[in-house]
């Protein structure tokens, strides 16, 4: 028998809603961190005194096997697979409908918990009637204090301090900082707006009563409007710090193709929308501040990118000017005309042909790279100049003008590499191993194997009694003394190996050493350590860029360039002729708008579902539009969809147009 969820439009089991002698039902939405899943899964099966517990994970659809790979290894555990990735609040509403515990706790996949956490979470509750969510205190990996676990809802104030940095400003203020509640103690038990959707233990009627998550909101966004509405029904939240996790923040994300920033502001658009739509001038205001913040965090984000590029600028212009000097006998010997079109031309040339080689956004300014992109610059501006032959002031001076930027780039390049050495930016991180001495032995092996010549290990410490001579001297030392071990070795990185570490012991050693910006790595096993992708953390790697090169700066530029171009031309020379033709189809119109306007592309997804709505917009045609999309079932259209992100290049938009053109659907 089964049952229909009013709330997610999904079939579940009907004895899901059926009371039990539950005390708490763990329901826990992955999506591709299967590793990271299995370390929390352990992490629930300490011990926790003699509370009944059912755990369910809602899997969402993940590529990396995790139902197949983890339900042997936890047979206790009820793993609910979806057919496609419905978003954290979506899939949430699935497991909250299965649950049969009073008492529901929303916890996310990259979650440690405290062997005490459960019990000591459980035993507030009851303590405490009126309160509907309450969350505990929750660490980053280095030990600080996530500020997101108790926080104030973004009323049009509160949004105010949090957008135009009023908050970081004054973080003690009981005024501006009222979105992290910065000014109050980390410490302390008391009611807050709301807490962190990586760790909300809920009152289970309380929580089916308002209905669940909201599905409109994909990611982010749905606790803060969780804990409004549970506010709304006549219930508090409260932070209660008795307890500590550890949240590994944007694992998920960093897996998928998800655009953090941008789905963040959206679901703080959508919240506003939703619970102060009232004010027009409020939430014309929060678009403002959103397109701002954004603009500020991409900038921050590529700073050193956007510094190096204002350099080579500055330097094409003064290197052209002493070039003129040189030719001519003057700075600025040239006609009338000329100005400011030389020195507004110029400069775009050549910063347009670096980029496009990939000089500045998507690796690390280097010499040879700068030489392409300056031979690229002469051959456009040489040919140029025989379309506009009044500019053809003397070939010689542009010559000149490469040769000089040259050395002007290569002298920049060479500075910062030595001013990254100097400060030490290119040092390798040094990494302190936790755990039996066999596990250490092997994940210290496989990163050796993996990224030796990012890693310097320091040494091990170990969980075990010694049990002989250690003939590398590799072991330094016991986990009765780690903080004191990290402290004395300069470590950069702890990587913990095994089950057999309290994590209690672990977050109060974590937290002495959260002011060094040490990073703290749980692998359960050896062979989790390369899987967790520790490796590639410890050494700044990213592969998603990689994964999607349509996320390359080059591609979305051109691509935005295309689609500008493209809509403005079949705006003005192909609307007459729709008109003409009398065509039937209203949306042809708004969708060309819509490309001007950046809401869609022209070669795009069908439709983009899930994650890969952050990595490519809705095209007018595509890959599936060109498959007749209305015979074929969701899973083949993400497929195509995943297909066209992951194989992107100019040459198969091009096959798309001209298929779309010739298709008679």
């Known amino acids: 028998m089964h049952a229909h969820n009013l709330i997610t439009g999904t079939t579940v089991p009907e004895d899901a809603s059926l009371t039990s002698s539950i005390d708490i039902s763990v329901v826990i939405v992955n999506y591709n961190v299967r590793e990271f899943l ?23 659809n993940s590529h990396d096997n995790s139902i197949g790979t983890l339900q042997p290894l936890f047979p206790d555990v009820r793993f609910l697979g979806l057919d496609s990735n419905l978003g954290f609040g979506r899939a949430n509403n699935v497991g909250i409908e299965a649950a049969r515990g009073r008492y529901i706790l929303l916890l996310n996949p990259d979650t440690i918990v405290q062997e005490d956490t459960l019990e000591s979470m459980i035993r507030y509750m009851d303590e405490h009637p009126h309160v509907g969510i309450s969350g505990c205190k ?21 949004s105010f301090c949090k957008l135009f940095g009023l908050q970081a400003l004054f973080p003690k203020s009981p005024l501006f900082a009222r979105y992290n509640q910065t000014f109050r103690s980390e410490d302390e038990t008391y009611m807050v707006d709301a807490v962190i959707g990586a760790f909300m233990f809920c009152r289970a009627d309380a929580l089916r009563a308002i209905g669940g998550f909201d599905p409109d909101f994909f990611m982010y966004g749905e606790d803060l409007d969780l804990c409004f509405r549970m506010k709304q029904s006549g219930f508090e939240t409260a932070y209660v710090p008795i307890t500590t996790i550890v949240h590994y923040k944007g694992e998920s994300t960093r897996r998928s193709s998800i655009n953090e920033l941008r789905v963040f502001y959206q679901a703080m658009e959508i919240f506003a929308h939703k619970h102060y739509g009232h004010s027009k001038l409020f939430l014309l205001f929060l678009k403002a501040g959103i397109r701002l913040r954004s603009l500020v965090a991409y900038v921050m984000r590529h700073k050193r990118s956007l510094l190096v590029l204002f350099i080579d600028v500055l330097s094409v212009i003064a290197t052209f000017v002493l070039a003129v000097k040189l030719r001519r006998g003057a700075y600025l010997a040239l006609p009338n005309y000329a100005f400011p079109t030389v020195f507004i031309v110029l400069p775009l040339v050549v910063a347009g042909c670096m980029i496009l080689v990939g000089e500045y956004f998507e690796y690390r300014p280097t010499i040879r790279r700068a030489a392409v992109g300056l031979l690229a610059s002469f051959f456009v501006l040489s040919s140029l100049t025989y379309y506009w032959n009044e500019y053809a002031f003397s070939r010689g001076v542009l010559l000149m003008t490469i040769g000089f930027s040259f050395v002007a780039l290569s002298i920049t390049r060479a500075c910062l590499s030595l001013l990254e050495r100097l400060s030490g930016g290119g040092k390798r991180r040094r990494v302190l ?13 496989a990163l050796r194997h ?3 010549p990012h890693i310097e290990f320091v040494g091990a410490v170990q969980e075990d009694e010694t049990d002989g001579i250690d003939e590398n001297r590799s072991i330094i030392g016991h986990v009765d003394y780690l903080t004191r071990t990290v402290e004395n070795q300069e470590v950069d990185d702890v990587i913990v190996v095994g089950n057999e570490l309290s994590y209690t012991m672990l977050m109060q050693s974590m937290q002495a050493l959260s002011g060094r910006g040490v990073r703290f790595h749980i692998a359960g096993e050896p062979k989790h350590v390369v899987a967790l992708g520790i490796a590639e953390t410890i050494s700044s790697q990213s592969g998603l860029v990689d994964r999607y090169r349509i996320l390359s700066f080059r591609v979305r530029a051109f691509r935005r360039v295309f689609d500008i171009v493209g809509s ?8 007459p002729l729709r008109i003409l033709a009398r065509s039937k189809r209203r949306t042809w119109w708004s969708d060309w708008w819509n490309v001007l306007r950046g809401r869609m592309s022209i070669v795009g997804l069908y439709p983009p579902t899930g994650d890969l709505a952050s990595v490519a917009k809705p095209g007018f045609t595509g890959l599936a539009h ?3 999309p209305e015979e074929l079932s969701p899973q083949t259209l993400q497929e195509l969809n995943e297909y066209y992100v ?14 779309s053109l010739f298709s008679h659907r």
């Open 433 to 445: 191993l936790v755990g039996t001495r066999d596990h250490v032995m092997t994940a210290m092996n």
């Open 38 to 60: 299995h370390e929390c899964l352990s992490s629930l099966s300490r011990p926790h005194t003699n509370l009944q517990l059912e755990v369910i994970v809602v899997d969402n």
């Open 138 to 158: 929750v660490l980053n990996a280095d030990g600080s204090f996530q500020m997101q676990c108790r926080r104030g809802f973004p009323s049009p104030w509160t």
């Open 646 to 659: 992951q194989n992107y290049r100019p040459s198969l938009d091009l096959d798309i147009i001209i298929k």
């Open 626 to 628: 060109v498959s007749h």
């Open 568 to 575: 403005i031309l079949a705006l003005l020379i192909l609307s």
């Open 450 to 452: 993996e990224h030796a």
